[in-house]
């Protein structure tokens, strides 16, 4: 199922994404539990029906079911994509888990050699936002590029497991564009702070279940920029496999449910091309995966009057 977390009227709500129909998980389960006096909820949020989706997601199938078989009775759990706005669907994950160069193409445009063992580094919970968000350069950088990416979402504690046992552990997947401001990122000899800067994580939008994704390692992935095609490639190409990713962090870090691994981007990025290409106020990226979607962000750039104000308030301290 398309898991996704939206406003309807102000509220928040968890639901289910049907083409472009929006299913109201949470107005569903309360005419469910007055048809049959049960006692299931659905909580407020993803992450914690991804803690406990070993339960939920049967329960979840369940209801769906139940609308299917009574949807000329039933009436408002369903909304139009026009009367709603997507959500991230995860907006403080304990980790945000990001792997560098890992498509060959991708190592080639940078001039680095591919890796041996996957490059990892890490994003933090500030840079997430969602669907049809602004991306905000920051006031310190001219050079903030895209980068479109698979993301897994675990869904059982992993640590110490074995690449075989990896897919067990996994609830889903989603999108991210891996935002990055290239001149903070390689002035400092490490990324974080360049991968990290407010609004450089926008996922979505939604989750899919991976029992809809026959083969996470057989999925198109694209981005364009205000239309035309900068990314294209397949995670047939990805070099180190999400098994083998898995498994490399768990030897070392314990996954937890709601936790998200960044698989990496493949070629076209702004700082491989000639000329470079940096983003730009009033952009617009598309990041399509197959078989989840499409996550779309616009570019916005902090106002010159933002910027001395930021400048004077670093004088004064």
């Given at each position: ?84 706005d997507i959500l991230a669907p995860l907006t403080k ?76 552990h996994v609830f889903g997947y989603t999108i991210m ?77 314990t996954l937890k449910p709601g936790d998200i691994i ?56």
């Open positions: 199922m398309n898991l996704s977390s939206f406003l309807y009227e102000s509220k928040k709500y968890i639901g289910v994404l049907q083409g472009d129909q929006m299913i109201n998980l949470t107005l569903l389960n309360d005419l469910y539990k007055k048809q049959h006096l049960v006692d299931s909820t659905i909580p407020a949020n993803l992450e914690q029906f991804i803690e406990n989706h070993e339960t939920l997601i049967p329960y979840a199938e369940k209801l769906l079911e139940y609308f299917d078989e009574n949807r000329l009775e039933i009436q408002g759990v369903t909304c139009s994509l026009s009367e709603v994950p304990e980790k945000i888990i990001c792997v560098g160069l890992n498509y060959l193409d991708h190592c080639k445009e940078t001039g680095m050699e591919p890796p041996a063992a996957p490059v990892i580094f890490s994003k933090y919970a500030n840079a997430i936002i969602g669907h049809k968000e602004d991306i905000e350069c920051p006031v310190n950088s001219n050079q903030v590029d895209f980068e479109a990416e698979l993301v897994v979402v675990i869904g059982k504690e992993a640590k110490r497991i074995s690449e075989e046992d990896a897919e067990g564009n891996d935002v990055s401001a290239r001149d903070i990122q390689f002035a400092d000899g490490q990324w974080v702070r360049g991968k990290s800067p407010d609004t450089f994580a926008p996922i979505g939008p939604v989750i899919v279940t991976k029992d809809q994704i026959e083969d996470p390692h057989q999925l198109d992935i694209s981005l364009t920029l205000n239309g035309e095609i900068m990314q294209q490639s397949n995670t047939k190409n990805l070099i180190h496999r999400i098994p083998a990713i898995i498994s490399y962090l768990s030897q070392s870090m960044a698989t990496g981007t493949p070629p076209g990025v702004g700082m491989g091309r000639d000329p470079k290409v940096w983003l730009n106020e009033g952009d617009e990226l598309s990041i399509t995966i197959e078989h989840i979607g499409t996550l779309t962000n616009f570019v916005k750039k902090t106002a010159a009057s933002e910027k001395n104000s930021s400048k004077e308030s670093l004088l004064s301290n």
